[in-house]
């Protein structure tokens, strides 16, 4: 089958042939949707193994626990897709685009994430084009004047992931949290890794550009564990000035620190005014802390919790948040001791598979208060 959109009836249908032809029951047959338009589609576990689903659009597909081992996902627009505990043992997503994509937990032993051609040169014709994402940037030409796509895996969560033995010859993970993900013999020559988070990996025996590694995050060093101390605290100095409304303690100034080391001493705080400008704190639990105020401005808190923390007046200018958690957070205004109104401001920030799902301010809650003397 290829072309148009089918019915939601007709391909719960086709799926359903293909689970029986999986499980070698009477009556399957194979599942091919070459260049489908399927976004948001929901597979969550359904047993897909070896299906061909070339060139479509999947994504915001939901498929969480689904079986996509030998799977033909050549060219496949996949982001912002759930692929959470998939199996995706020896895919072919060649040329596809993750950017985005949850891969928390997923098999990708021997997937298959190279090149994909896209174009090649014909007579007179400039090019005869197959498929182009232009939003991705043109990777190289092949020596047959074809264009050549690397797969999109930029912003990415590929935690825990299983890639070893995985072909990934100029994949793009730049940005993607790929922390403790198991790279045993995978082949990463020639991939992109600006940023890229890779803590808890084990690097040895994996055929990797060492240049590549100059821009990764990496396991915190010894500079930052020996600082924890430090950093809580300053903490427990910052409550306290919160709590005496200034008559003791002082605002915490964290600006440009690795937190990390003590990512278990942030969560149920009141920290109003916290000065966090180009903190790193990646996956830290901030969860029910006050934070009026407080400016993490170009910080990392990629995976990091805010849950029903109080955001009134805190900047997240220039943030990566890809990933984080705002559930319950409370956003809105304050209005600082120079009666100046600040809201709670994300221009510029990433916010890559963030969840914003926030708790309203009342309108109450924006009057002068103690607590934005610090802002």
Sequence with gaps: MTGANPQAEGLEAEIALHERFVAGRPGGRRLVLRFFRLAG????????????????????????????????????????????????????LRGSSLRGARLYGARMDGVDL?????????????????????DRPLR???????????????????????????????????????????LAGADLRGCRFA?????????????????????CVLDPDASARAGAGEVRRALDAAEAWVDSHGREGKVADLSGLDVRPAADAFAGR???????GGLRAIDVDFSGSLLTGSIFRHADLRGAKFRDCDLRGASFVDCQLGFADFTGAQTGAIIKEDGVEVSTDFENAN?????????????????????????
Excluded: W
Excluded at 270 to 276: F, Y
């Design 41 to 92: 589609v929901m597979l969550q576990k359904r047993r897909l193994s070896g299906v061909d689903l070339t060139g479509s659009n999947l994504s915001r597909a939901r498929m969480a626990a689904a079986d996509l081992s030998s799977s033909m996902l050549y060219c496949c627009d996949l982001r912002d897709a759930d692929l959470r505990a998939a199996n995706l043992t020896n895919a072919d």
């Design 114 to 134: 190279r090149d994909a051609r896209l174009a090649r040169v014909e007579g007179n014709n400039p090019f005869r084009t197959l498929a182009l994402d232009a």
């Design 140 to 182: 190289r030409i092949g020596p047959d004047g074809e264009i050549l796509q690397g797969v999109d895996l930029r912003h990415a969560s590929l935690k825990r992931a299983r890639l070893g033995n995985a072909r990934l010859k100029d994949a793009d993970f730049s940005g993607a949290d790929m922390a403790n993900a198991d």
């Design 195 to 215: 940023d890229t988070i890779l803590t808890g990996v084990d690097l040895r025996g994996v055929r990797i550009d060492a240049v590549a590694l100059a821009g």
């Design 270 to 276: 009141r920290l109003a005014g916290l000065r966090a």
């Design 351 to 375: 916010l890559t598979g963030a969840i914003l799902e926030f708790q309203p301010a009342e309108p109450e809650d924006s009057a002068p208060s103690d607590l934005a003397l610090a802002c």
